[in-house]
């Protein structure tokens, strides 16, 4: 497994020249493409459907694609976009009436499965599932925009999954998602975290190539 994955969030992309804004961050070194999926149900904005995860597919696109579904009800959406090219799909406990179920549809549609745990969401929720789990998901912001600051008490909450996983001997990778930037990456890195979802500190930065060699160049020092 590879030791740090960076998941650049297409909500903070030129949404106008979004094909041509993943091609380049993916270029630069970025590991995954990562989807905000918000219904104005869930959380409180609108944003992308399956239909822009499969027109990247159609671009030429071939990354893994992070499916974050903040929406309810979850399960036909799931089916949706794997169907148009998904390759990790997540929700929240919260949004699914069944998540087991939930869980494995992701699977049986040929997708890795993760759950997402909000701020303020126990970690009890994981007990039950552990078998079912490819990645966790830990929300570092209240979701329904980005742009918003690191919630410090993250970090312990990272620790506390991370330790979990490893009691347990598995391999789940362990994604934080919500004010990660260059400052911060190490600190969440060294409390356990493997994969690095960021919107605005990546897209729209300028020369992705400089941007994301010092994001490796940070990481390194873990």
């Not at 399956?50 to 696109?61: E, F, K, S, T």
């Not at 071939?62 to 949706?80: F, G, R, Y």
């Amino acid at each position: 497994m590879q030791p740090y994955l960076l998941a650049p969030s297409i909500l903070s992309a030129d949404l106008a020249r979004l094909g041509e804004e993943v091609t380049h961050v993916l270029e630069a070194g970025a590991d995954v493409v990562h989807f905000d999926v918000m219904d104005n149900h869930y959380v409180p904005n609108l944003t992308f459907g399956p239909m822009i995860c499969q027109a990247l597919r159609n671009y030429g696109v071939t990354a893994p694609i992070d499916v974050h579904l903040m929406v309810s009800p979850v399960d036909e959406l799931i089916e949706q976009f794997a169907d148009a090219g998904a390759s990790m799909i997540s929700f929240h406990p919260e949004a699914s009436q069944h998540v087991d179920r939930s869980l494995q549809l992701i699977r049986d549609k040929g997708c890795k499965a993760g759950l997402v745990l909000n701020p303020a969401t126990p970690l009890q929720v994981l007990d039950y599932v552990w078998d079912r789990l490819d990645f966790i998901l830990l929300m570092s912001v209240n979701p329904g925009f980005g742009g918003q600051a690191f919630i410090p008490a993250t970090l312990a909450k990272i620790e506390a999954v991370k330790q979990q996983i490893e009691q347990r001997g598995l391999n789940i990778r362990l994604a934080v998602d919500g004010g990660v930037k260059q400052d911060n990456i190490v600190e969440i890195a060294k409390a356990g975290a493997d994969m690095f979802i960021a919107g605005s500190a990546i897209f729209g930065q300028g020369d992705y190539n400089e941007v994301v060699g010092q994001f490796r160049q940070k990481l390194a020092t873990v």
